[in-house]
């Protein structure tokens, strides 16, 4: 189903007769970005808590920072921006930093 944020762009393209290359390209921009959301929300209502802030805190953070590598890739991929780009990356390895700094931790606090 288009929504008609993009139905509108889609109907004046082809009035114009302008190729849909571009706005299809958004349109996988847009699935990726929020299939990235969803599987994130979804791992993070998924988790049953444990009573302990400190377990709970890290073993929610992991699928929050996957999200964001998940989304920061959507960046790299679709971003036009240099700096966005850039922070993209940035993003993608903090992250990933993390993720193991709180692996590290609940293995250590099991």
Same mark, same amino acid.
């Given at each position: 189903?288009?929504?008609?944020?993009?139905?509108?762009?889609?109907?004046?393209?082809?009035?114009?007769?302008?190729?849909?290359a571009a706005l299809a390209q958004d349109m996988?921009?847009?699935?990726? #970005? /929020?299939?990235? +959301?969803?599987?994130?929300?979804? $791992? !993070?209502?998924?988790?049953?808590?444990?009573?302990?802030? *400190?377990?709970?805190?890290?073993? #929610? /953070?992991?699928? +929050?920072?996957?999200?964001?590598? $998940? !989304?920061?890739?959507?960046?790299?991929?679709?971003?036009? *921006?240099?700096?966005?780009?850039? #922070?993209?990356?940035?993003?993608?390895?903090?992250?990933?930093?993390e993720i193991e700094e709180l692996k590290k931790?609940?293995?250590?606090?099991?």
């Amino acid at each position: 189903m288009i929504t008609l944020r993009l139905a509108i762009p889609l109907a004046l393209s082809l009035i114009m007769g302008v190729g849909t290359a571009a706005l299809a390209q958004d349109m996988g921009y847009e699935k990726k #970005m /929020m299939a990235a +959301h969803k599987k994130m929300m979804d $791992d !993070m209502t998924a988790m049953k808590s444990t009573g302990d802030p *400190d377990k709970d805190f890290a073993m #929610m /953070m992991l699928p +929050h920072h996957q999200g964001a590598i $998940d !989304m920061a890739e959507v960046e790299l991929k679709y971003g036009k *921006d240099p700096m966005l780009k850039k #922070m993209a990356q940035e993003i993608i390895d903090a992250q990933k930093k993390e993720i193991e700094e709180l692996k590290k931790w609940q293995s250590e606090h099991h």
